[in-house]
């Protein structure tokens, strides 16, 4: 109805949804700038101290101006160490999802065109892939690395390792979701219309399906993300990620939780809590982009 | 005939209004007047827009949000309903008013059966008890002639035809009785033969029953065929309201007469449809423009075979685990064969699920033949086609909400063939080309730097004609070009594909369910039915002295306007 | 029906081949499976001697039909850790991941819907509010943050639960349960919840989504033109119509479940499979890796025939021609 377009054009997004925005703006920044930030660089040895260890964050009792978050047991400031750790979680998920996205969309296009064999193909190993977790691939391919590559290796391609471990279960959501799109684009008349004007094949799934098949895909992109941060930071958590001389926010949740039973709370809580508002935040607007974008409420 | 009952329906001054987020109203149905008598059958006419379906919604209490009733009464069987809730004392939804809506495959519920549904009105509203219902329905599937209604009861709507779950809606519109019918589009959906049926059927209920039917629809020709009265809306507002024959054979008002007058007629062949010419001074400049540009001179009709159809196949099969081996085989087309000759209309016309649309499609390249050969222009066409031919055989198709890229500006959606086929030197120039084939269909030039959903339906339609002209074809597959259209705008579009032969020198073939629109356009006929071609003649053949049983029965049971002569002519 | 079921079976059986020939590959390349197997200082004759032992020498098809047939007969190979049948520990463990996996899916199933009708029946009302925002805090918080917090909490703070273990165990011959012991009950809360919360929110989306989607549909709104009483059309038609794909995901989500329930119980130090394949992948005790991966095939396998099998019987239109 005419009536519901023009409305929903003149909403701007609810409030929630605008912090939410504005706080993965900041984060990444953050993450951008964390070097010229952060108070200390915990990559240096020399910039901290094992007297300062343990120290609860500035606004409780035996707290210290200088560690707003506290300091871990080895005496790090929690802030420094959280910002890079952001860094490594989110350049992990972004990397994750950029590959799992290329890859989809390229096979949920080809097979959604094509159809047939190589539809059923495509799809069949989806299928498969998918009926099991990500994390339970995540941590095969994490374990077959260590075995076959030895621990050295891992630790220096542990980045990449996670991406491709991360996306080699994502990518299908992406395939999935393009291919039904596609097969719906192929079916109206433009594409057919296409067809009939003799244009080849690539150019009408690139030119003309592509464009108004990436609308879905970016709404999965920005709810894949918040999995692909979750993922990394589980296999991080598990021991199976990032090492502790790279930590990522989960890597850093894990080391915190050894002092949970010391009463040291805010080693693991400070990371969790980080985490948690940056996954929060993606999700929020990832719904909102949902429900702007579902096809049923977009112009004919 | 009881006098002394009140009218099923009485509407006064009903205004129903959408607040819009803009701050501005829209005024959906202003202050229009309706009256139903018990038994009369009363359509609602107009074209997309028009309100006729946001009255049917008010009285039923259906208005979809933000939409509210703001002034105005509405009376059924003489008690008023409360305006706010939609109901009133008395008077239930369902039980004194039935609903029909156009669909009948959703409205049904997939997952009960028949019975199941039949029943459920009866035992919210009605006192009977599961007995008692279940014979009830078992009357009603008798009543609107359900055959084996025994059986039939226990069946889930899947497994009945379109008609058959037409008709089961109408019974459980029927079920407690009601005094009002609203049907909405009822037969839209359905196949000429079934629409027949449906339509007598609703009559007979009105006859029997002395049930009243707010009939709405756009189909003129469904209004002569059962219609007592007839309201026509433009707008929202009442153009014209009377007595079916006064209305349909003499309107008054202006727009009530390029409405009747744009319907096709189905007895005679016009040359142009009487409806307003859109020839301004720009259309016709770029129209010259066009024509010089046909230097092939094919403006000329000849004996010339442009199209060669011998023997053609089309099959489906659904393929099985062992690759190569078909298990069920489904022929859509079986051995059709004809020819196109230059300059021609030629038509194909037939039921929903003849194959005629599988023929376009083809022929067009979309879907591989089975056997059979198709010569165009001297080449073979087959499954790999040089660009040549590609570029000279372009088609327009029935949807025009699909028919456009969303995301292209329509000048590069028009240029994009040009430039393909190297016909302009660049994009500047292909533009340039665009924007004259905009206005030889009769849109203004700069309608190129928009994109698609700014236009409407007819104005697509007109922009998918414009790209299919880019490549300068020497012929064109319209596949239900009009079909979806309202039926000023169809009127509109087959004269300027009428004027486009002229221009382009194009040979066309030419796809409808419409007896009447096939009768305005085409040359000769072919007349399809399950794959195959029953009947091939020119078109004064066809229509005067039909040779095959079927076409004589679809001529019979096309709706038309002329219709509703002979209705009176019977009852007299 | 039977062509349905049948095409079904047959591409199981295909996924399953698929499945078995990766884990072939990894138990047979991945690593050394002889070094990890020796002891140290172990010579040459004596690996070799082991290498034929295992039968390491044939053929490539030879060992992977030898592969498939000791899988077939329940053998799963030797941990490289624990020196044990990998089968042994898997049966072992099964128990304690199967009590906590019902637990978790009935606590998940039998809130989740409600909250999910609710939210698609009364959207404005403040339950519905409270729980939609919950939901998306639901889903941001990884399932081993949940455990910690609640950890920290209840068993660091408050003292009330414990934060490992399964506590007291009855043994019924096969199967050592916990649910007949007020410690066992007691460690039982905490990774239950934990493990539910994640499933509990998938679930609660997608019934709010799937009941919006039926309550627009035409026989939904022909319904009401006919007058039926709202609470009928609500409980007896929409939501039949909207379970119907809610019965298909929480079926498939029985695999999401394993995954978390590895993270559970690793952040619990719950003893069942899902630790002992955390435990593998550090070492990496390979045999345990792939024998994990035919179970989970296997698995996901059954269960989506199981699932296939009940649609059939929901939808009339799968059961009818």
Request: with cysteine; net charge positive.
């Amino acid at each position: 109805m005419a009536m519901a377009r023009q409305s929903l054009l003149h909403r701007l997004p609810p409030v929630s949804v605008m912090i939410a925005f504005l706080i993965l703006a900041v984060m990444l920044v953050l993450v951008i700038f964390a070097p010229m930030i952060a108070p200390m660089d915990p990559r240096d040895v020399s910039s901290y101290s094992l007297m300062d260890m343990e120290i609860p964050p500035a606004f409780m009792d035996g707290g210290d101006p200088r560690f707003l978050l506290g300091t871990d047991n080895q005496g790090r400031d929690l802030v420094s160490v959280i910002l890079f750790g952001l860094r490594i979680s989110v350049l992990i998920g972004i990397g994750a999802v950029l590959f799992a996205a290329a890859l989809g969309v390229m096979l949920g296009l080809v097979a959604g065109y094509f159809g047939g064999v190589v539809d059923s193909v495509v799809m069949r190993i989806a299928d498969v892939l998918v009926s099991f977790p990500t994390i339970l691939v995540a941590l095969l391919i994490s374990g077959i690395a260590r075995a076959q590559l030895g621990t050295d290796m891992v630790l220096t391609w542990a980045p990449v390792i996670l991406i491709f471990a991360i996306s080699v279960n994502e990518w299908v959501q992406y395939a999935r979701t393009v291919r039904a799109s596609t097969m719906v684009e192929v079916s109206r008349d433009y594409v057919r219309a296409a067809k009939v004007i003799g244009l080849p094949s690539g150019r009408i799934m690139v030119r003309h399906i592509l464009p108004n098949v990436m609308s879905s895909v970016m709404v999965i992109a920005t709810i894949n993300l918040a999995g692909a941060i979750l993922t990394e930071a589980t296999l991080s958590f598990l021991g199976a990620g990032m090492p502790p001389t790279y930590p990522s926010l989960g890597t850093l949740i894990r080391i915190g939780n050894q002092f949970l039973f010391s009463g040291l709370w805010w080693i693991a809580v400070m990371p969790a809590a980080v985490l948690v508002i940056l996954v929060l935040a993606v999700n929020v607007v990832g719904d909102y982009l949902r429900d702007r974008f579902n096809p049923k409420l977009m112009a004919r | 005939m009881t006098k002394t009952k009140p009218p099923v329906l009485d509407i006064r001054n009903l205004r129903v209004e959408y607040p819009l987020a803009t701050g501005d109203v829209l005024v959906a149905v202003k202050d229009i007047d309706l009256v139903i008598q018990p038994g009369e059958i009363h359509a609602l006419v107009g074209e997309s827009g028009a309100g006729k379906t946001t009255v049917g919604n008010a009285l039923m209490g259906l208005l979809q949000a933000p939409g509210k009733i703001v002034s105005g009464s509405i009376d059924i069987a003489g008690k008023p309903i409360d305006l706010r809730t939609g109901r009133t004392e008395g008077i239930v939804p369902g039980r004194d008013v039935g609903a029909i809506f156009q669909d009948p495959m959703t409205s049904l519920n997939p997952l009960f059966t028949v019975q199941d549904q039949l029943c459920e009105g009866m035992l919210t509203h009605l006192k009977i008890s599961a007995r008692e219902a279940r014979a009830r329905a078992l009357d009603l599937m008798k009543a609107v002639g359900i055959p084996e209604p025994e059986r039939r009861l226990g069946s889930y709507p899947h497994q009945l035809s379109g008609g058959q779950r037409q008709r089961v809606v109408i019974a459980t519109a029927l079920a407690c009785d009601p005094q009002l019918i609203v049907a909405d589009e009822p037969t839209t959906a359905l196949d000429v033969s079934v629409q027949a049926q449906i339509l007598k059927l609703i009559r007979d209920l009105a006859d029997q029953r002395g049930v009243g039917v707010l009939l709405v629809t756009h189909n003129m020709g469904v209004v002569a065929e059962i219609a007592d009265r007839v309201t026509i809306m433009q707008n929202g507002a009442v153009v014209e309201s009377g007595p079916a024959r006064e209305v349909l054979t003499a309107p008054k008002a202006p727009y009530a007469r390029t409405l009747i007058a744009a319907v096709p007629p189905i007895d005679t062949r016009l040359e142009r449809l009487p409806v307003p010419s859109e020839e301004t001074k720009v259309t016709l400049e770029a129209r010259d423009a066009v024509r010089r540009n046909n230097k092939k001179g094919n403006a000329e009709r000849s004996d010339e075979v442009v199209l060669d159809v011998r023997n053609l196949c089309v099959e489906y099969g659904k393929g099985s685990l062992i690759p190569g081996r078909k298990t069920s085989v489904f022929k859509a087309v079986k051995s059709v064969s004809f020819n196109v000759k230059r300059g021609e209309i030629f038509g194909l016309v037939g039921e929903s699920g003849c194959g005629k649309t599988t023929v376009a499609n083809t022929i067009a390249g979309l879907v591989t033949q089975s056997s059979g050969d198709i010569d165009f222009q001297g080449n073979s066409l087959g499954g790999h086609r040089a660009r040549s031919v590609r570029q000279s055989l372009q088609m327009v198709f029935q949807d025009p909400y699909s028919a456009l890229n969303p995301r292209l500006r329509i000048n590069n959606a028009i240029a994009e063939p040009i430039l393909f086929y190297k016909l302009a030197s660049n994009g500047a120039e292909a533009r340039q080309d665009a924007k004259t084939l905009l206005e030889t269909v009769g849109l203004p030039g700069d309608a190129g730097l928009r994109f698609a959903h700014a236009f409407s339906g007819g104005q697509r339609q007109r922009i998918a004609i414009a790209r299919a002209l880019g490549p300068r074809p020497s012929m064109l597959i319209c596949d239900e070009p009009t079909s979806a259209l309202d039926v000023s705008v169809q009127a509109q579009l087959l004269n300027l594909l009428k004027d486009l032969r002229d221009l382009a020198g194009l040979s066309m073939l030419f796809i409808s369910h419409d007896l009447a629109v096939i009768r305005q356009m085409c040359d000769r006929i072919a007349v399809m039915k399950s794959g195959e071609i029953v009947e091939l003649a020119d078109t004064e053949t066809l229509f005067t002295a039909p040779k095959h049983d079927y076409t004589r029965e679809l001529l019979r049971l096309a709706p038309s306007l002329e219709r509703i002569l002979e209705r009176e002519r019977a009852s007299a | 029906m039977i062509r349905l079921l049948s095409v079904r079976l047959l591409q199981a059986i295909l996924v399953m081949v698929a499945v078995t020939a990766i884990a072939f590959i990894m138990f047979r390349f991945v690593g050394d499976p002889v070094a990890s197997m020796v002891r140290e200082g172990a010579t040459q004759a004596e690996k070799d001697a082991l290498r034929a032992a295992l039968g390491l020498d044939r053929s490539i098809p030879v060992q992977f039909v030898h592969f498939v047939g000791q899988v077939l007969t329940g053998n799963l190979g030797t941990s490289f850790r624990y020196q044990q049948p990998v089968t042994d520990l898997l049966l072992n463990r099964l128990p304690a991941t199967l009590e906590l996996v019902v637990v978790a899916t009935v606590l998940s199933l039998a809130i989740g819907i409600p909250l999910g009708v609710l939210s698609a029946l009364k959207p404005h009302a403040l339950l519905s509010r409270l729980t939609q925002s919950a939901t998306l805090v639901g889903i941001s918080m990884p399932t081993f943050v949940t455990g910690l917090l609640l950890i920290l909490v209840f068993a660091v703070n408050l003292r009330w639960l414990p934060s490992s273990g399964r506590g007291d165990l009855v043994d019924l011959g096969l199967w050592q349960t916990g649910f007949l012991t007020l410690s066992g009950l007691k460690s039982l809360i905490l990774p239950s919840i934990t493990l539910a919360l994640f499933q509990l929110t998938l679930i609660m989306r997608l019934v709010r989504s799937e009941m919006i989607d039926v309550l627009s549909s035409d026989y939904i709104r022909f319904a009401f033109a006919r007058g039926l009483p709202k609470s009928y059309i609500y409980s007896k038609l929409a939501l039949r119509n909207a379970l119907m794909p809610v019965v298909t995901v929480t079926g498939l989500q029985i695999g999401q479940l394993i995954a978390f329930a590895i993270v559970t119980e690793t952040v619990f130090q719950w003893p069942g499979m899902g630790l002992l394949f955390t435990n593998a992948v550090g070492y990496p005790d390979i045999p345990v890796l792939s024998a994990y991966l035919l179970f989970v095939g296997f698995l996901f396998v059954f269960i989506n025939m199981i699932v296939d099998i009940l649609y059939t019987f929901i939808d009339p239109r799968l059961r009818t021609k």
